[in-house]
T-cell receptor, first 110, second 117 residues
């Protein structure tokens, strides 16, 4: 069955450094979503990508959808302590349901 | 505030017991999802309801059941509880378009932390 993988599992960065997490699928995706879960909180929707090669920006966050629509990335420029949390991608599974990737946990050292 | 309400926030019970978790979706949302998140783990999809009917099923144990009522609130019933059922249970809602929900954005509640002792 389809699997959605995320790398890395953990990332520790110094405040001000950049951070990137990748979401990879074994099959072509119709769309992909990204969510952020702060420690002790609940997942919060960040963005959805639909088109091949799509790039969207939200302040310091840049989201990309691969040309083949099998992978996606989330890049944070100049991380801040407020970026701490786990970032999940969510992708369609068998066209009807969705699966979350295992997540990338980001720690930002001040 | 996501607009999704989950009660209770915390639940402590013993093995073998049965509990009910409740979720009220955002106003106007027809779809309700249930997820289980164990400590430092990902989000495991349990089940989805759309307008009162089961839409999709994930890795939900036979000891677990759920339903969505006419007022669209949902309940997740966990029975014969085991230590391994201790987890954070999230409910999420979405508008739930009739086309299969390929573009549904989820709004999560704050979760119910279940501890089985």
């Amino acid at each position: 069955g389809q699997q959605v993988m995320q790398i890395p599992q953990y990332q520790h960065v110094q405040e001000g450094e950049d951070f990137t997490t990748y979401c990879n699928s074994s099959t072509t995706l119709s769309n992909i979503q990204w969510y952020k879960q702060r420690p002790g909180g609940h997942p919060v929707f960040l963005i959805q990508l639909v088109k091949s090669g799509e790039v969207k920006k939200q302040k310091r966050l840049t989201f990309q959808f691969g040309e083949a629509k099998k992978n996606s990335s989330l890049h944070i420029t100049a991380t801040q302590t407020t970026d701490v949390g786990t970032y999940f991608c969510r992708a369609p599974y068998y066209g009807q349901n969705f699966v979350f990737g295992p997540g990338t946990r980001l720690s930002v050292l001040p | 505030d996501s607009g999704v309400t989950q009660t209770p926030k915390h639940l402590i019970t013993a093995t073998g017991q049965r509990v009910t978790l409740r979720c009220s979706p955002r106003s106007g949302d027809l779809s309700v999802y249930w997820y289980q998140q164990s400590l430092d783990q990902g989000l495991q999809f349990l089940i989805q309801y759309y307008n009162g009917e089961e839409r999709a099923k994930g890795n939900i144990l036979e000891r677990f059941s759920a339903q969505q009522f006419p007022d669209l609130h949902s309940e997740l019933n966990l029975s014969s509880l085991e230590l391994g059922d201790s987890a954070l249970y999230f409910c999420a809602s979405s508008s739930g378009d009739r086309g299969g929900g390929t573009n549904e954005k989820l709004f999560f509640g704050s979760g119910t932390q279940l501890s089985v002792l």
